[in-house]
């Protein structure tokens, strides 16, 4: 099956999004995270399209990149190419680890080492240059293993220098972990991240066995801390208070104990890292050598461990990205059904186990919620952008979710009169009538009084006014009316205060709670803890759950 018009755009623009993160990576500092960067819009194309969608991407990237900065730009390109091909694959597939870096070596480093070994082969001075840059390379590593020394013992005089500045540093990093450890989920980079924070409390008992406890509570709080959403703002205070600390109690005396301590111990420390470096160093003069006389073998082995831990590296800052990409672009969603044939009745609403997942999504933008939504309620539900809120709006206001059931004493009624009534976002797109009192009763079918509508919420005197003379909070509460004039018994509010001043906001939310004190439910999606402080019930959202729910 051919590409559609979309997939052929969306292929087009990913690709130049790619090739620019590239160049901006030659340009610029911190080339690694640019290259992972790269891999990204490959991978978004992967996980919403076909694979012939990347092939199709690769291949525009390419003849840019090529004209733009040459054959080295275009290689890096189809590289990020098959890296986001495999990315895009195990996201979507939700394979982990292992999977991924096998098809990482059967695809990646398979086409890669041909292209490398045949090119190499083709091109004598091209590998003749190779080689060169390969002794280079070892000669920089050895001399970075070596300057690791000298790092040290400028460590250690500026230790004697400024204590506190070395408290800082010491408790940095269990407190970081603490903040990363409590956002991991288990799996191989937990273990690795552990495996760092190990590593780390090993070299610092070699130095100073005393620090174990003040790391120890420097991680626990950093962890602690971070448990909760709402307090890892705080992660920064709590290494300011643990450097803080650990300051106070080494410094007891004006001579510290971790001086004392380094004074001992670093020696011992350096005395055995020199042996290792030197030990390291022969084997590589001696390996290098045999690298360059067997080339064609060596390279393909050599690109093993970094095609294997390029990709998972890339996969780890891809998914989130990748996901929150997928909520932004949902496809239209597929019309359902939405009503059952029952009198319109849609309070209270119960849903049992909901969960929504948009056409090719990689996940549900609802998962397994359960809630209940009682009659003459204010509802307010909170949650960041991709939290499901809208989709959780549409499911009240009628949308069949794709399991679990949503159980109401009739039909959800959209639009019809005792039913339910939605107001949106932009309150231009919902104003129709070209005067006040015209768009109030647009599209009904029978005579009513919008005075005490207008008047309802705060626009009383306005039904002559012309509605392109309103402020965008006038206009937002003109949408209300009109809904009202339907006499729904549920209003469902989709970030109707999104686009209107702070003002603005406060009259929109003073509106729905006098509606629920009149006996209609108001269900209002936001994004601002403000604007539900007088909510009966207050939903919180996260990634497509129910997080918590609090009554007042």
């Known amino acids: 099956m051919r590409l559609d018009t979309g997939e052929l755009a969306e292929a087009a623009v990913l690709a130049d999004i790619s090739v620019l993160l590239l160049v901006a990576g030659w340009f610029l500092p911190l080339t690694g995270l640019f290259w992972i960067a790269s891999v990204v819009p490959f991978a978004a194309l992967m996980v919403r399209h076909r694979a012939r969608a990347v092939v199709v991407g690769m291949g525009s990237g390419c003849a840019i990149a090529f004209l733009a900065l040459g054959p080295g730009l275009a290689l890096q390109v189809g590289v990020a190419a098959f890296t986001g091909f495999v990315v895009g694959t195990s996201i979507k597939r939700g394979w982990g680890p292992l999977r991924t870096a096998a098809l990482a070596l059967a695809s990646t480093w398979a086409v890669g080492s041909a292209l490398i070994v045949g090119f190499l082969a083709v091109f004598a001075q091209t590998r003749n240059l190779a080689f060169k840059q390969a002794r280079l390379q070892w000669d920089g590593t050895k001399h970075v293993m070596f300057g690791l020394l000298r790092t040290g013992d400028l460590a250690a005089k500026q230790v004697h220098r400024n204590t506190a500045i070395a408290a800082a540093l010491v408790e940095l990093f269990p407190v970081l972990e603490g903040y990363l450890l409590a956002r991991t989920k288990r799996g191989a980079l937990f273990i690795l991240r552990a495996a760092l924070l190990a590593i780390y409390v090993a070299v610092v008992a070699a130095i100073d066995a005393a620090a174990l406890p003040l790391i120890a509570a420097a991680f626990v709080a950093g962890f602690v801390v971070s448990r909760r959403r709402q307090m890892r703002r705080l992660v920064p205070r709590v290494w300011a208070a643990c450097a803080a600390v650990t300051a106070v109690i080494v410094t007891i005396g004006g001579r510290t104990i971790l001086i004392r301590s380094l004074d001992v111990q670093w020696p011992w420390v350096r005395t055995h890292l020199n042996s290792l470096f030197h030990v390291l160093t022969r084997i590589g003069d001696a390996v290098i050598p045999w690298y360059i006389g067997h080339w064609y073998l060596a390279f393909p082995a050599t690109l093993v461990l970094p095609v294997v831990g390029v990709t998972l590296l890339a996969r780890v800052p891809t998914r989130p990205i990748v996901e929150r990409l997928e909520r932004s672009l949902r496809r239209p969603l597929p019309q359902h059904t939405l009503a059952d044939g029952r009198p319109p009745d849609p309070v209270p609403v119960q849903l049992d186990g909901v969960t929504y997942r948009y056409p090719d999504a990689m996940s549900p933008a609802l998962d397994d919620v359960t809630l209940r939504i009682e009659p003459g309620t204010y509802v307010g539900v909170l949650g960041d952008n991709g939290s499901g809120k809208s989709t959780l709006a549409r499911v009240i206001s009628g949308r069949d979710p794709s399991s679990g059931s949503v159980v109401r004493p009739g039909s959800a009624g959209l639009g019809a009169r005792g039913g339910t009534a939605i107001v949106f976002q932009r309150p231009e797109s919902q104003v129709l009538g070209v005067r006040v009192r015209d768009d109030v009763v647009w599209g009904l079918d029978r005579d009513i009084d919008v005075d ?29 009316a009109a809904a009202l004039a339907r006499e729904p018994k549920l209003v469902v509010s989709d970030e109707s205060t999104a686009m209107v001043d702070p003002d603005g906001r406060k009259q929109i939310v003073d509106v729905f709670v006098s509606l629920a004190a009149r006996g209609i ?32």
Not at 470 to 475: A, K, M, P, R, T
Not at 530 to 545: F, H, P, Q, S, Y
């Open 452 to 480: 005490p509508l207008l008047a309802l919420v705060g626009l009383e005197g306005f039904a002559a006014r012309e509605t392109s003379t309103l402020s965008g909070g006038e206009l937002q509460r003109l949408a209300i």
């Open 521 to 552: 439910t108001v269900v209002h999606i936001t994004h601002r803890i403000e604007e539900v402080r007088d909510a009966n019930t207050v939903i919180a959202l996260a990634r497509g759950r129910v997080e918590d729910v609090t009554h007042a």
